[in-house]
């Protein structure tokens, strides 16, 4: 993907520019008129809580939405009233709650829209009008409370070579592993993102920076036992930052196919898999690429063989936009592979470095064609079928499922 999960492979997306997506999206009545409809009126059993029982319900506890544009969130009612809000736009953003009489009162800052919505509740669900477009939503409960990831371990290894011409600094290898889902989690996914493919990671590093899809998608994932893992690129392959709109001076952005086809690239994930058996337990090891990344997850495949158990490649890059990104795999035997490999592509990407029609020709049995979904903004983008838009979850459940127990369905999201 330009990456995540592309100049034609997933584009870098700014939080900023999620944000005024979003903003505009939820500010424009003519946009929420194209969508599914939702309901307008509360379950007749649902009734208004005083304002005493209705903080009690929310306080300190994590709910998800589907909103009736496709679109999944996560809201988590600080019992301090702070409120962390994570969409599977790739959104992701802290404000403020507050109850006022059967009211839940919302506030953000960056531009995102705030308000006050009527609120009524039965014995298992809490209801919400959004204040933007009056449509009522259900709160879901997070249904295992202590099964999602509560905190993270931020991983950085010294990858044993240096860089720089006269001063010599070491090269690190770094990743963000979400707590485990449970002690007994022997089982990781190890994610690598699209394009531009780096995270730069470091001690400061947000949690909520280790999937551009939030929390939603690794919900999924702690549910069905997996510890979810994010890798970057090493130190001495950042290169230069990129910005969409903003030229910036430096060595050009790097980790790209002469690294992630090398073997130094499978010795640096093999360090990170090697803290993860020796202090957390884990025995079974799953890659995940997206878009710009599946170059890494087919390397990493062949170059890794058994020592991995499976892999799944989801967006494949196979119609490199420029001589410098994807020419490694043209061609690649996905025979040659030991281990069990996944694909998942959405049957209307419109990316033009990953064409479903590609993916088909050689996934035989092995792929899962994902359909629906919302098409907004860039074709390779976060926001777009390419990345899933409005089906990651059905996604990241096939995934799980595949994981598991080796079955896939050959079509999902219908």
Known sequence: MKSTQSSHICKPHTRTLHILILALALLSPAAWSQTTASPSEFPAEAQALSPEALKARLAGNRFTSKYSNGTLATMSYGADQTLQLDMSTGVSTRGSWRVEGSQICLQFGAGLPSGCGESKATATHVYLRRFVNQEIIQLDLMATPGAAPKGFTYINLDAGRTEGLFTKSPVFMRAILLDKPSPQSDTALLFLRGWPGIWRYDEKTDASKTSPRGRITRDVYAKAGLTFVSLDCPTDQWGAEVRPGTVVSGPAPSCLDDYRSSNRHADDVRKVMQVLREQHGIRHFYLHGHSFGTISSRWLAKNLGTEIDGAIHSASINNPPNARVGYSVAGFDYASLPTPQLHIHHEND??????????????????????GGVAQGDPCGGGHLHSFEGRDEVVAQAIADWIRTRKLSPVIGE
């Not at 419109?350 to 359909?371: D, H, S």
């Open 350 to 371: 419109a990316c033009e470095g990953t064409p479903y029609r590609a993916v088909k020709w050689y996934a035989n049995n092995n792929l899962v064609t994902v359909r």
